[in-house]
Protein backbone atom coordinates (compact mmCIF):
# COMPACT_ATOMS: atom_id res chain seq x y z
CA UNK A 1 0.00 0.00 0.00
CA UNK A 2 1.75 3.25 -1.43
CA UNK A 3 1.42 6.16 -3.11
CA UNK A 4 1.86 5.89 -6.74
CA UNK A 5 5.80 6.73 -7.54
CA UNK A 6 5.93 10.72 -8.73
CA UNK A 7 8.74 9.69 -10.13
CA UNK A 8 6.61 7.63 -13.07
CA UNK A 9 5.02 10.89 -14.25
CA UNK A 10 7.96 12.66 -14.89
CA UNK A 11 7.25 12.67 -18.43
CA UNK A 12 3.69 12.19 -18.94
CA UNK A 13 2.15 15.51 -19.90
CA UNK A 14 -0.35 15.60 -17.02
CA UNK A 15 0.23 15.46 -13.36
CA UNK A 16 -1.86 13.86 -10.83
CA UNK A 17 -3.66 16.77 -8.61
CA UNK A 18 -1.21 17.78 -5.82
CA UNK A 19 1.96 15.48 -7.27
CA UNK A 20 1.10 12.01 -6.13
CA UNK A 21 -1.21 9.59 -6.98
CA UNK A 22 -2.97 8.20 -3.84
CA UNK A 23 -3.04 4.38 -3.75
CA UNK A 24 -4.19 2.96 -0.48
CA UNK A 25 -6.03 -0.54 -1.97
CA UNK A 26 -4.28 -3.51 0.08
CA UNK A 27 -3.00 -6.52 -1.39
CA UNK A 28 -1.85 -9.47 -1.56
CA UNK A 29 -0.75 -10.65 2.30
CA UNK A 30 -1.20 -7.14 3.98
CA UNK A 31 -4.74 -7.37 3.00
CA UNK A 32 -5.11 -11.05 4.74
CA UNK A 33 -3.76 -9.28 7.73
CA UNK A 34 -5.38 -6.63 7.67
CA UNK A 35 -8.83 -8.36 6.97
CA UNK A 36 -8.19 -10.07 9.92
CA UNK A 37 -7.36 -7.33 12.71
CA UNK A 38 -10.08 -5.41 10.74
CA UNK A 39 -12.63 -8.51 12.52
CA UNK A 40 -10.84 -7.13 16.47
CA UNK A 41 -11.58 -3.30 15.87
CA UNK A 42 -14.44 -1.28 16.30
CA UNK A 43 -17.06 -1.72 13.58
CA UNK A 44 -18.77 1.71 12.21
CA UNK A 45 -21.47 0.44 9.83
CA UNK A 46 -20.89 3.02 6.12
CA UNK A 47 -24.01 3.04 3.77
CA UNK A 48 -23.45 2.49 0.20
CA UNK A 49 -22.51 6.19 -0.97
CA UNK A 50 -19.87 6.37 2.04
CA UNK A 51 -18.32 2.84 0.67
CA UNK A 52 -18.21 4.27 -2.78
CA UNK A 53 -16.19 7.44 -1.51
CA UNK A 54 -13.66 5.39 0.48
CA UNK A 55 -13.05 2.99 -2.70
CA UNK A 56 -12.43 7.01 -4.75
CA UNK A 57 -10.09 8.16 -2.33
CA UNK A 58 -8.16 4.72 -2.23
CA UNK A 59 -7.74 3.97 -6.06
CA UNK A 60 -6.56 8.15 -6.51
CA UNK A 61 -9.59 9.24 -7.81
CA UNK A 62 -9.36 12.05 -5.32
CA UNK A 63 -5.66 12.32 -4.65
CA UNK A 64 -4.32 13.76 -3.04
CA UNK A 65 -7.01 12.81 -0.43
CA UNK A 66 -5.71 10.22 1.52
CA UNK A 67 -8.89 9.75 4.02
CA UNK A 68 -11.65 12.10 5.46
CA UNK A 69 -10.55 15.43 6.25
CA UNK A 70 -9.77 16.80 9.49
CA UNK A 71 -11.80 19.98 10.93
CA UNK A 72 -9.26 22.55 9.75
CA UNK A 73 -8.93 21.42 5.88
CA UNK A 74 -12.39 20.51 6.24
CA UNK A 75 -13.57 23.96 7.20
CA UNK A 76 -10.71 25.41 4.96
CA UNK A 77 -12.40 23.81 2.05
CA UNK A 78 -15.69 24.93 2.58
CA UNK A 79 -14.78 28.50 3.16
CA UNK A 80 -12.37 28.76 0.62
CA UNK A 81 -12.60 26.02 -1.65
CA UNK A 82 -8.87 24.62 -0.98
CA UNK A 83 -7.59 22.33 1.83
CA UNK A 84 -5.45 23.89 4.35
CA UNK A 85 -2.10 24.26 2.72
CA UNK A 86 -3.46 26.23 -0.43
CA UNK A 87 -4.48 23.79 -3.15
CA UNK A 88 -7.52 23.92 -4.88
CA UNK A 89 -10.01 21.41 -3.74
CA UNK A 90 -14.07 22.29 -3.67
CA UNK A 91 -15.76 19.80 -2.33
CA UNK A 92 -15.07 18.58 2.27
CA UNK A 93 -14.46 15.27 2.47
CA UNK A 94 -16.11 14.12 5.76
CA UNK A 95 -17.47 11.16 7.70
CA UNK A 96 -20.29 12.03 10.00
CA UNK A 97 -21.13 8.59 10.83
CA UNK A 98 -24.88 8.42 11.86
CA UNK A 99 -27.39 5.64 13.79
CA UNK A 100 -27.84 5.24 17.40
CA UNK A 101 -25.45 1.86 16.81
CA UNK A 102 -22.34 4.11 15.23
CA UNK A 103 -23.40 6.88 17.86
CA UNK A 104 -22.32 4.68 20.74
CA UNK A 105 -18.98 3.60 18.86
CA UNK A 106 -17.88 6.68 17.70
CA UNK A 107 -17.95 8.01 21.40
CA UNK A 108 -15.77 5.54 22.39
CA UNK A 109 -13.05 6.35 20.48
CA UNK A 110 -10.37 9.12 20.83
CA UNK A 111 -7.22 10.48 18.29
CA UNK A 112 -5.15 7.86 17.84
CA UNK A 113 -7.38 4.65 17.21
CA UNK A 114 -8.39 2.39 14.34
CA UNK A 115 -11.85 1.56 13.42
CA UNK A 116 -13.08 -0.56 10.84
CA UNK A 117 -15.97 0.73 8.44
CA UNK A 118 -17.75 -2.49 7.25
CA UNK A 119 -20.74 -2.31 4.46
CA UNK A 120 -24.42 -2.93 5.02
CA UNK A 121 -23.89 -6.64 5.17
CA UNK A 122 -21.38 -6.33 7.86
CA UNK A 123 -18.16 -6.68 5.71
CA UNK A 124 -14.78 -5.01 6.39
CA UNK A 125 -14.77 -2.40 3.76
CA UNK A 126 -11.40 -0.30 5.24
CA UNK A 127 -9.66 0.75 8.16
CA UNK A 128 -9.70 4.69 9.48
CA UNK A 129 -7.08 5.40 11.70
CA UNK A 130 -8.79 8.51 13.39
CA UNK A 131 -6.47 11.75 14.07
CA UNK A 132 -9.62 13.97 14.21
CA UNK A 133 -12.56 14.18 15.97
CA UNK A 134 -14.93 17.47 15.47
CA UNK A 135 -18.15 18.61 15.89
CA UNK A 136 -20.18 18.44 12.80
CA UNK A 137 -22.57 21.11 11.73
CA UNK A 138 -24.77 20.50 9.35
CA UNK A 139 -26.53 23.71 8.36
CA UNK A 140 -22.56 25.61 8.41
CA UNK A 141 -22.18 22.87 5.72
CA UNK A 142 -25.44 23.14 3.66
CA UNK A 143 -24.65 27.05 3.43
CA UNK A 144 -21.25 27.12 2.18
CA UNK A 145 -21.28 24.07 0.20
CA UNK A 146 -24.62 24.60 -1.81
CA UNK A 147 -25.58 28.67 -1.30
CA UNK A 148 -28.79 27.63 1.01
CA UNK A 149 -29.95 25.71 3.96
CA UNK A 150 -33.32 24.61 1.91
CA UNK A 151 -33.96 20.64 2.05
CA UNK A 152 -35.47 20.87 -1.34
CA UNK A 153 -31.88 21.17 -2.55
CA UNK A 154 -31.25 17.32 -2.91
CA UNK A 155 -27.74 17.87 -1.66
CA UNK A 156 -28.72 19.47 1.44
CA UNK A 157 -31.28 16.91 2.03
CA UNK A 158 -28.83 14.34 1.86
CA UNK A 159 -26.53 16.16 4.30
CA UNK A 160 -29.41 16.19 6.96
CA UNK A 161 -30.53 12.90 5.82
CA UNK A 162 -26.95 10.60 5.86
CA UNK A 163 -24.80 12.74 8.46
CA UNK A 164 -24.41 12.32 12.60
CA UNK A 165 -23.60 15.11 14.41
CA UNK A 166 -19.53 14.31 15.16
CA UNK A 167 -16.97 13.75 12.40
CA UNK A 168 -14.23 11.46 12.00
CA UNK A 169 -10.99 12.66 10.28
CA UNK A 170 -7.78 10.50 9.01
CA UNK A 171 -6.37 8.15 6.44
CA UNK A 172 -7.72 5.18 5.35
CA UNK A 173 -6.47 1.94 3.98
CA UNK A 174 -9.39 -0.08 1.74
CA UNK A 175 -9.25 -3.91 2.58
CA UNK A 176 -11.28 -5.15 -0.35
CA UNK A 177 -13.11 -3.48 -3.64
CA UNK A 178 -16.62 -3.95 -4.67
CA UNK A 179 -17.40 -5.99 -7.34
CA UNK A 180 -19.43 -3.52 -9.97
CA UNK A 181 -21.90 -5.97 -11.82
CA UNK A 182 -22.57 -5.03 -15.28
CA UNK A 183 -19.81 -2.52 -15.08
CA UNK A 184 -17.37 -4.17 -13.33
CA UNK A 185 -15.66 -5.32 -17.34
CA UNK A 186 -15.54 -1.60 -18.39
CA UNK A 187 -13.79 -0.59 -15.08
CA UNK A 188 -10.63 1.56 -14.98
CA UNK A 189 -9.34 3.05 -11.83
CA UNK A 190 -6.66 6.00 -12.23
CA UNK A 191 -3.26 3.90 -12.17
CA UNK A 192 -4.95 1.92 -15.49
CA UNK A 193 -5.70 5.37 -17.59
CA UNK A 194 -2.15 6.78 -17.05
CA UNK A 195 -0.81 3.24 -18.07
CA UNK A 196 -3.25 3.05 -21.24
CA UNK A 197 -2.86 6.85 -22.33
CA UNK A 198 0.67 7.49 -22.14
CA UNK A 199 2.04 4.20 -22.03
CA UNK A 200 0.45 2.21 -24.26
CA UNK A 201 -1.45 4.57 -27.05
CA UNK A 202 1.76 7.09 -26.60
CA UNK A 203 -0.83 9.71 -26.08
CA UNK A 204 0.25 13.65 -25.53
CA UNK A 205 -3.08 14.67 -24.89
CA UNK A 206 -6.50 13.61 -23.43
CA UNK A 207 -9.91 14.83 -22.67
CA UNK A 208 -12.22 13.73 -20.28
CA UNK A 209 -15.97 14.38 -19.55
CA UNK A 210 -18.34 13.19 -17.17
CA UNK A 211 -21.73 13.30 -17.82
CA UNK A 212 -24.65 12.66 -15.17
CA UNK A 213 -28.23 11.05 -16.17
CA UNK A 214 -29.05 11.24 -19.30
CA UNK A 215 -28.20 8.53 -22.45
CA UNK A 216 -25.79 9.82 -25.17
CA UNK A 217 -27.18 12.42 -27.30
CA UNK A 218 -25.80 14.62 -30.12
CA UNK A 219 -25.12 17.71 -27.97
CA UNK A 220 -22.68 15.14 -26.43
CA UNK A 221 -21.65 14.05 -29.68
CA UNK A 222 -20.76 17.62 -30.71
CA UNK A 223 -18.47 18.49 -27.47
CA UNK A 224 -16.59 15.13 -28.23
CA UNK A 225 -15.90 15.31 -31.60
CA UNK A 226 -14.93 19.13 -31.67
CA UNK A 227 -12.33 17.95 -29.25
CA UNK A 228 -10.99 14.84 -30.81
CA UNK A 229 -10.35 17.25 -33.83
CA UNK A 230 -6.93 18.73 -31.62
CA UNK A 231 -6.70 15.91 -28.57
CA UNK A 232 -5.05 12.46 -29.08
CA UNK A 233 -7.83 11.02 -27.28
CA UNK A 234 -10.95 10.95 -24.85
CA UNK A 235 -12.03 9.67 -21.97
CA UNK A 236 -15.99 9.27 -21.42
CA UNK A 237 -17.27 8.77 -17.75
CA UNK A 238 -20.96 8.39 -17.23
CA UNK A 239 -21.64 8.61 -13.78
CA UNK A 240 -23.06 5.44 -12.29
CA UNK A 241 -24.75 4.00 -8.95
CA UNK A 242 -26.21 7.23 -7.24
CA UNK A 243 -29.25 8.64 -8.71
CA UNK A 244 -32.39 9.88 -8.96
CA UNK A 245 -34.55 6.53 -9.74
CA UNK A 246 -36.93 8.38 -12.74
CA UNK A 247 -33.04 8.29 -14.53
CA UNK A 248 -32.47 6.22 -17.24
CA UNK A 249 -31.23 2.95 -15.45
CA UNK A 250 -26.92 3.09 -15.56
CA UNK A 251 -26.79 -0.13 -17.08
CA UNK A 252 -28.70 1.22 -20.30
CA UNK A 253 -27.20 4.42 -20.32
CA UNK A 254 -23.71 2.83 -20.68
CA UNK A 255 -24.94 0.14 -23.39
CA UNK A 256 -26.14 3.25 -24.99
CA UNK A 257 -22.93 5.04 -24.67
CA UNK A 258 -21.72 1.82 -26.32
CA UNK A 259 -23.45 1.35 -29.11
CA UNK A 260 -22.95 5.01 -30.68
CA UNK A 261 -19.34 4.86 -29.63
CA UNK A 262 -18.81 1.46 -31.80
CA UNK A 263 -20.80 2.92 -34.85
CA UNK A 264 -20.03 6.57 -34.69
CA UNK A 265 -16.37 7.50 -32.93
CA UNK A 266 -12.83 6.41 -33.77
CA UNK A 267 -11.44 3.28 -32.96
CA UNK A 268 -8.94 3.37 -30.50
CA UNK A 269 -8.94 7.01 -29.32
CA UNK A 270 -12.34 7.07 -27.41
CA UNK A 271 -12.48 5.06 -24.07
CA UNK A 272 -15.36 4.25 -22.14
CA UNK A 273 -15.02 3.76 -18.36
CA UNK A 274 -17.97 3.97 -15.85
CA UNK A 275 -17.14 6.71 -12.88
CA UNK A 276 -18.51 5.29 -9.78
CA UNK A 277 -19.22 8.76 -7.36
CA UNK A 278 -21.27 10.11 -4.96
CA UNK A 279 -23.68 13.03 -6.49
CA UNK A 280 -22.65 15.52 -4.06
CA UNK A 281 -25.12 18.23 -5.24
CA UNK A 282 -23.11 21.28 -5.32
CA UNK A 283 -23.53 22.74 -8.42
CA UNK A 284 -20.49 24.96 -9.74
CA UNK A 285 -18.48 23.26 -7.00
CA UNK A 286 -19.53 20.05 -8.38
CA UNK A 287 -18.21 20.98 -11.78
CA UNK A 288 -14.31 21.94 -10.35
CA UNK A 289 -14.21 18.53 -8.37
CA UNK A 290 -15.29 16.82 -11.89
CA UNK A 291 -12.30 18.76 -13.55
CA UNK A 292 -9.42 17.44 -10.90
CA UNK A 293 -11.12 13.89 -10.96
CA UNK A 294 -10.95 14.20 -14.68
CA UNK A 295 -7.11 15.50 -13.86
CA UNK A 296 -6.41 12.35 -11.61
CA UNK A 297 -7.09 9.96 -14.55
CA UNK A 298 -4.44 11.46 -16.61
CA UNK A 299 -6.77 13.30 -18.92
CA UNK A 300 -5.00 16.97 -19.44
CA UNK A 301 -8.31 18.44 -20.62
CA UNK A 302 -11.61 18.92 -19.43
CA UNK A 303 -15.25 19.26 -22.03
CA UNK A 304 -17.63 21.11 -19.68
CA UNK A 305 -20.75 21.61 -21.33
CA UNK A 306 -23.41 24.52 -20.23
CA UNK A 307 -24.94 23.23 -17.12
CA UNK A 308 -22.86 20.28 -15.68
CA UNK A 309 -23.41 19.49 -11.84
CA UNK A 310 -26.46 22.12 -12.58
CA UNK A 311 -29.77 21.61 -9.67
CA UNK A 312 -32.45 23.21 -11.16
CA UNK A 313 -32.98 26.73 -10.96
CA UNK A 314 -30.30 27.21 -8.00
CA UNK A 315 -27.83 28.05 -9.65
CA UNK A 316 -26.67 30.64 -12.52
CA UNK A 317 -27.40 28.95 -16.44
CA UNK A 318 -23.65 29.28 -16.95
CA UNK A 319 -22.47 28.74 -13.16
CA UNK A 320 -20.71 26.08 -13.98
CA UNK A 321 -18.55 27.88 -16.43
CA UNK A 322 -18.05 31.18 -14.58
CA UNK A 323 -16.66 29.44 -11.43
CA UNK A 324 -13.54 28.37 -13.61
CA UNK A 325 -12.86 32.40 -13.43
CA UNK A 326 -11.90 32.04 -9.62
CA UNK A 327 -8.72 30.36 -10.46
CA UNK A 328 -5.29 30.64 -11.96
CA UNK A 329 -5.47 27.89 -15.07
CA UNK A 330 -1.53 26.67 -14.28
CA UNK A 331 -2.68 26.44 -10.52
CA UNK A 332 -5.66 24.18 -11.64
CA UNK A 333 -3.34 22.21 -13.81
CA UNK A 334 -6.20 21.09 -16.43
CA UNK A 335 -7.29 23.20 -19.56
CA UNK A 336 -10.79 23.46 -18.75
CA UNK A 337 -12.72 23.96 -22.57
CA UNK A 338 -16.13 25.18 -21.79
CA UNK A 339 -19.09 24.32 -24.36
CA UNK A 340 -22.72 26.71 -24.55
CA UNK A 341 -25.30 25.18 -24.98
CA UNK A 342 -26.02 22.64 -27.81
CA UNK A 343 -28.87 22.79 -30.12
CA UNK A 344 -30.11 21.28 -34.10
CA UNK A 345 -30.03 24.08 -36.23
CA UNK A 346 -32.10 22.45 -39.10
CA UNK A 347 -31.76 25.61 -41.50
CA UNK A 348 -27.74 25.11 -40.99
CA UNK A 349 -28.36 20.94 -41.24
CA UNK A 350 -25.86 20.64 -38.11
CA UNK A 351 -25.54 20.71 -34.58
CA UNK A 352 -24.64 24.36 -33.53
CA UNK A 353 -24.40 26.56 -30.46
CA UNK A 354 -25.74 30.08 -30.09
CA UNK A 355 -22.07 31.42 -30.45
CA UNK A 356 -21.93 29.87 -34.09
CA UNK A 357 -25.53 29.76 -35.36
CA UNK A 358 -27.16 32.83 -36.71
CA UNK A 359 -30.83 31.22 -36.75
CA UNK A 360 -33.57 31.44 -34.26
CA UNK A 361 -35.83 28.90 -32.57
CA UNK A 362 -38.24 28.46 -35.77
CA UNK A 363 -35.62 25.82 -37.12
CA UNK A 364 -34.20 24.82 -33.78
CA UNK A 365 -34.35 21.50 -32.05
CA UNK A 366 -33.36 21.64 -28.34
CA UNK A 367 -30.91 18.83 -26.80
CA UNK A 368 -32.51 18.98 -23.36
CA UNK A 369 -31.60 15.78 -21.47
CA UNK A 370 -34.95 16.39 -19.43
CA UNK A 371 -36.57 16.38 -22.65
CA UNK A 372 -35.38 13.60 -24.35
CA UNK A 373 -36.07 11.47 -20.79
CA UNK A 374 -39.43 12.22 -21.12
CA UNK A 375 -39.85 11.32 -24.82
CA UNK A 376 -38.47 8.00 -24.01
CA UNK A 377 -40.94 7.80 -21.36
CA UNK A 378 -43.84 8.31 -23.56
CA UNK A 379 -42.45 5.44 -25.67
CA UNK A 380 -41.44 7.87 -28.24
CA UNK A 381 -37.74 8.11 -30.33
CA UNK A 382 -36.49 10.79 -30.26
CA UNK A 383 -35.80 13.01 -33.82
CA UNK A 384 -32.46 11.71 -35.23
CA UNK A 385 -31.33 15.12 -35.39
CA UNK A 386 -30.58 15.21 -31.35
CA UNK A 387 -30.31 11.55 -30.18
CA UNK A 388 -28.95 8.68 -32.28
CA UNK A 389 -31.13 5.87 -33.06
CA UNK A 390 -28.37 3.40 -31.39
CA UNK A 391 -28.50 5.10 -28.28
CA UNK A 392 -32.51 5.83 -27.85
CA UNK A 393 -33.17 2.45 -28.45
CA UNK A 394 -31.66 0.82 -25.85
CA UNK A 395 -32.21 4.01 -23.16
CA UNK A 396 -35.86 3.50 -24.04
CA UNK A 397 -35.58 0.04 -22.16
CA UNK A 398 -33.89 1.30 -19.53
CA UNK A 399 -36.08 4.93 -18.49
CA UNK A 400 -38.25 4.52 -15.15
CA UNK A 401 -40.71 4.72 -14.77
CA UNK A 402 -42.19 4.07 -17.85
CA UNK A 403 -45.27 4.99 -19.64
CA UNK A 404 -48.11 7.36 -18.62
CA UNK A 405 -50.29 7.64 -15.62
CA UNK A 406 -54.26 6.83 -15.68
CA UNK A 407 -54.55 10.37 -16.68
CA UNK A 408 -52.17 10.54 -19.70
CA UNK A 409 -49.22 12.10 -17.86
CA UNK A 410 -45.82 11.39 -17.18
CA UNK A 411 -43.35 12.74 -14.78
CA UNK A 412 -42.97 16.04 -16.48
CA UNK A 413 -46.36 17.76 -17.88
CA UNK A 414 -46.33 17.35 -21.66
CA UNK A 415 -46.21 21.20 -22.48
CA UNK A 416 -43.13 21.15 -20.50
CA UNK A 417 -41.66 18.28 -22.83
CA UNK A 418 -42.71 19.96 -25.99
CA UNK A 419 -41.20 23.48 -24.95
CA UNK A 420 -37.87 21.99 -23.95
CA UNK A 421 -37.38 20.58 -27.10
CA UNK A 422 -39.31 21.93 -30.00
CA UNK A 423 -39.58 25.65 -29.07
CA UNK A 424 -40.51 26.60 -32.40
CA UNK A 425 -44.11 24.76 -31.46
CA UNK A 426 -46.03 27.09 -29.39
CA UNK A 427 -45.77 30.09 -31.88
CA UNK A 428 -45.18 28.28 -35.31
CA UNK A 429 -47.47 25.74 -37.03
CA UNK A 430 -44.70 23.64 -38.13
CA UNK A 431 -40.62 23.85 -37.94
CA UNK A 432 -39.47 26.67 -39.86
CA UNK A 433 -43.22 27.32 -40.62
CA UNK A 434 -45.79 30.33 -40.61
CA UNK A 435 -46.58 31.89 -37.20
CA UNK A 436 -49.93 30.83 -35.60
CA UNK A 437 -52.72 33.11 -35.14
CA UNK A 438 -52.47 32.70 -31.55
CA UNK A 439 -49.56 30.99 -29.96
CA UNK A 440 -50.16 27.71 -27.66
CA UNK A 441 -49.55 28.54 -23.91
CA UNK A 442 -47.92 25.67 -22.11
CA UNK A 443 -50.46 24.61 -20.11
CA UNK A 444 -52.89 24.15 -23.46
CA UNK A 445 -50.46 21.29 -25.33
CA UNK A 446 -51.57 18.15 -24.76
CA UNK A 447 -50.26 14.27 -25.84
CA UNK A 448 -51.71 14.89 -29.61
CA UNK A 449 -49.31 18.29 -29.73
CA UNK A 450 -46.16 16.05 -28.47
CA UNK A 451 -47.04 13.45 -31.27
CA UNK A 452 -47.17 16.23 -34.14
CA UNK A 453 -44.27 17.39 -33.22
CA UNK A 454 -42.25 14.50 -33.74
CA UNK A 455 -44.56 13.63 -36.72
CA UNK A 456 -43.35 16.66 -38.06
CA UNK A 457 -39.45 17.26 -37.09
CA UNK A 458 -39.56 13.72 -38.41
CA UNK A 459 -41.09 14.46 -42.01
CA UNK A 460 -39.33 18.36 -42.14
CA UNK A 461 -36.30 18.17 -40.35
CA UNK A 462 -34.05 17.18 -42.60
CA UNK A 463 -36.23 18.34 -45.83
CA UNK A 464 -35.33 22.28 -45.39
CA UNK A 465 -31.78 22.01 -45.72
CA UNK A 466 -32.35 19.59 -48.84
CA UNK A 467 -35.28 22.23 -50.31
CA UNK A 468 -33.03 25.02 -49.92
CA UNK A 469 -29.54 22.82 -51.72
CA UNK A 470 -32.48 21.36 -54.60
CA UNK A 471 -33.28 25.57 -55.25
CA UNK A 472 -29.72 26.56 -54.79
CA UNK A 473 -28.49 23.57 -57.11
CA UNK A 474 -31.95 24.49 -59.89
CA UNK A 475 -30.08 27.52 -60.69
CA UNK A 476 -26.50 26.94 -60.13
CA UNK A 477 -25.41 23.18 -62.10
CA UNK A 478 -24.35 23.92 -65.61
CA UNK A 479 -24.42 20.83 -65.95
CA UNK A 480 -27.85 19.72 -66.42
CA UNK A 481 -27.76 16.10 -66.21
CA UNK A 482 -27.85 16.27 -62.45
CA UNK A 483 -30.90 18.25 -62.63
CA UNK A 484 -34.34 16.30 -62.82
CA UNK A 485 -36.24 16.04 -66.05
CA UNK A 486 -39.69 16.34 -64.64
CA UNK A 487 -39.07 19.47 -62.97
CA UNK A 488 -38.19 21.08 -66.54
CA UNK A 489 -40.90 19.47 -67.54
CA UNK A 490 -43.54 21.12 -65.53
CA UNK A 491 -41.83 24.40 -65.94
CA UNK A 492 -42.70 24.02 -69.33
CA UNK A 493 -45.84 22.97 -68.64
CA UNK A 494 -46.76 25.44 -66.27
CA UNK A 495 -45.21 28.26 -69.03
CA UNK A 496 -47.76 26.84 -71.62
CA UNK A 497 -50.90 26.38 -69.52
CA UNK A 498 -50.49 29.92 -68.44
CA UNK A 499 -49.66 30.82 -71.83
CA UNK A 500 -53.11 29.49 -72.44
CA UNK A 501 -54.64 31.49 -69.57
CA UNK A 502 -53.39 34.93 -71.05
CA UNK A 503 -54.43 34.29 -74.83
CA UNK A 504 -57.85 33.85 -74.05
CA UNK A 505 -58.13 36.60 -71.79
CA UNK A 506 -56.74 38.64 -74.08
CA UNK A 507 -60.24 37.51 -76.52
CA UNK A 508 -62.32 37.80 -73.75
CA UNK A 509 -61.02 41.69 -72.42
CA UNK A 510 -61.56 42.34 -76.69
CA UNK A 511 -65.16 41.43 -76.16
CA UNK A 512 -66.03 42.92 -72.82
CA UNK A 513 -68.45 45.37 -72.76
CA UNK A 514 -67.82 48.76 -70.80
CA UNK A 515 -70.49 48.46 -68.91
CA UNK A 516 -72.02 44.91 -67.63
CA UNK A 517 -75.61 44.29 -68.28
CA UNK A 518 -75.68 41.97 -64.75
CA UNK A 519 -72.86 42.13 -62.75
CA UNK A 520 -73.67 39.32 -60.62
CA UNK A 521 -73.28 37.06 -64.53
CA UNK A 522 -71.02 39.04 -66.49
CA UNK A 523 -67.79 41.16 -66.50
CA UNK A 524 -67.16 44.32 -67.17
CA UNK A 525 -63.72 45.24 -69.62
CA UNK A 526 -61.93 46.87 -66.20
CA UNK A 527 -62.08 44.03 -64.38
CA UNK A 528 -61.33 41.93 -67.52
CA UNK A 529 -58.74 44.04 -67.93
CA UNK A 530 -57.69 43.42 -64.41
CA UNK A 531 -57.65 39.66 -64.82
CA UNK A 532 -55.57 39.37 -67.62
CA UNK A 533 -52.69 41.65 -66.04
CA UNK A 534 -53.27 38.94 -63.03
CA UNK A 535 -52.39 36.39 -65.58
CA UNK A 536 -49.71 37.92 -67.12
CA UNK A 537 -47.72 38.46 -63.59
CA UNK A 538 -48.17 34.84 -63.08
CA UNK A 539 -46.50 34.31 -65.87
CA UNK A 540 -43.68 36.13 -65.00
CA UNK A 541 -43.32 34.81 -61.90
CA UNK A 542 -43.45 30.86 -62.70
CA UNK A 543 -39.61 29.51 -62.22
CA UNK A 544 -37.32 29.87 -65.93
CA UNK A 545 -37.15 26.74 -67.72
CA UNK A 546 -34.03 26.00 -67.86
CA UNK A 547 -31.64 24.18 -70.69
CA UNK A 548 -27.64 23.10 -71.51
CA UNK A 549 -27.98 26.16 -73.99
CA UNK A 550 -28.89 28.70 -71.26
CA UNK A 551 -25.63 28.08 -69.48
CA UNK A 552 -23.07 27.92 -72.48
CA UNK A 553 -22.68 32.06 -71.89
CA UNK A 554 -21.44 30.94 -68.00
CA UNK A 555 -18.73 28.82 -69.30
CA UNK A 556 -15.47 30.11 -71.67
CA UNK A 557 -11.49 29.57 -71.50
CA UNK A 558 -9.19 31.85 -73.26
CA UNK A 559 -6.74 29.05 -73.40
CA UNK A 560 -7.26 25.58 -74.74
CA UNK A 561 -7.24 22.91 -72.24
CA UNK A 562 -3.90 21.58 -73.57
CA UNK A 563 -2.40 24.98 -71.99
CA UNK A 564 -3.65 24.47 -68.70
CA UNK A 565 -2.32 21.10 -68.24
CA UNK A 566 0.90 21.91 -68.82
CA UNK A 567 3.62 24.49 -69.77
CA UNK A 568 2.04 27.97 -69.67
CA UNK A 569 4.51 28.39 -72.87
CA UNK A 570 3.34 27.22 -76.36
CA UNK A 571 4.85 24.33 -77.99
CA UNK A 572 6.76 23.90 -80.71
CA UNK A 573 3.40 21.82 -82.63
CA UNK A 574 0.96 24.63 -81.63
CA UNK A 575 3.22 26.99 -82.89
CA UNK A 576 3.47 25.94 -86.34
Known sequence: MTNTDTNRFADYPQQPHGGKLIDKVLTGKEQEEELVRAKQLPTIMVDMEAVITLEMIATGVLSPNEGFMNEIDYKSVLTKGRLDNGLIWPAPLSFAPIGNRNKEVVQTLSVG?????????????????????????????????????????????????????????????????????????????????????????KFRSTAGFITGANPLHRGHEYIHKNALEEIDGLLLQPLVEMAKREYTRHEFRMLSYRAVLDTYYPKGRSILAPLRVTYIFAGPRETVLHALIMKNYGCTHALIGRDHAGIGDYYDKYASHSIFDEFDPVELGIDVRLYHEVFYCTRCDSPATGQSCPHDERFRINISGTGIRELLRHGIMPPKEIVRPESARIAMQGVQPKGLDESGNAILPVGKTIKSIFPFYLERTRLGGGKRLTPITVEELTNQDLEAANLDVRSNADRIYKDIFDEYTSVGDTNRNLQPEWITDARESLQTQQQMVIQDLEEKVDQAPATASDEFMYQDKEESQHELEVAKRILTEIPKVLHSEDFQSRTWNILPYKRYRGSDEPSENNQK
Open 113 to 201: DEVTLADEKNNPVAILLIEDIFEYDKDYRASHLFGTTDRNHPGVDAVFRRMGDIALGGPIKLLQRVDWGPFEKLRLEPKDTWHDFYEVK
